[in-house]
């Protein structure tokens, strides 16, 4: 009677607890190499996790500076100073390139020094109520051209505007995915709290 209980309080107690803390499952939408040509640098994968829909960007890569770099000059292009989110694209620009550095520091301490991989994982996340893009050194394992996770070190979270993060959601999609908008959107429905 007190083993069934402990496990019926321990169900209550895990149905109660806040999204971020209980375990989500990732569903894979659609993924693609990036750059889409060898060598590839990474992967991108539009997620559903829980309700949130969430772009992945995993980087490998031994030159991750200039892959940083594409992806900062990408920003300026895509978002000006006119356009509506252009402080958020300043600030991830910022943010992306101190993930990158903690990467680079991290990865002089690693016990392989062969490897001159660094990893760095974006997260643009869209949920009902918040939007935000979070910053990760991961771990990684590849199985022909798709990663899978292991563990991830939280670096930062950035909290951004809905309006940055929903449109960004979609110019990665159609650059990552080399689709037209009208798929993108699609492919984003549906929009977790609307838009």
């Known amino acids: 009677m007190i083993r069934i209980l402990a496990v019926c309080f321990f169900c209550l107690l895990v149905a109660t607890l806040p999204s971020g803390v209980q375990a989500s499952a990732d569903s894979v939408i659609w993924r693609a190499s990036i750059p889409a040509e060898p060598p590839h640098q990474g992967e991108v994968r539009l997620i559903r996790r ?10 490998n890569s031994k030159v991750l500076k200039h892959v940083i770099a594409a992806i900062q000059k990408k920003e300026l292009r895509a978002w000006p100073e006119d356009r509506e989110g ?25 016990e392989d020094k062969g490897d001159r991989h660094l990893r760095l994982m974006i997260e643009f996340v869209l949920e009902e109520r918040h939007n935000f893009v979070t910053f990760y050194a991961p771990t990684l ?5 798709q990663y899978s996770v292991q563990e991830k070190k939280l670096l930062k979270k950035l909290n951004t505007s809905r309006a940055y993060l929903y449109n960004n959601l979609g110019e990665i999609a159609r650059d990552s995915f080399q689709i037209d908008e009208k798929e993108a959107l699609k492919l984003m429905q549906p929009i977790p709290g609307g838009f």
């Open 141 to 145: 394992t590849k199985r022909g051209e």
């Open 50 to 59: 829980d309700s949130a829909l969430v772009m992945q960007t995993i980087l």
């Open 86 to 110: 252009w402080v958020d694209s300043r600030r991830y620009s910022d943010e992306l390139y101190r993930a990158y550095d903690a990467v680079r520091t991290n990865a002089k301490d690693r």
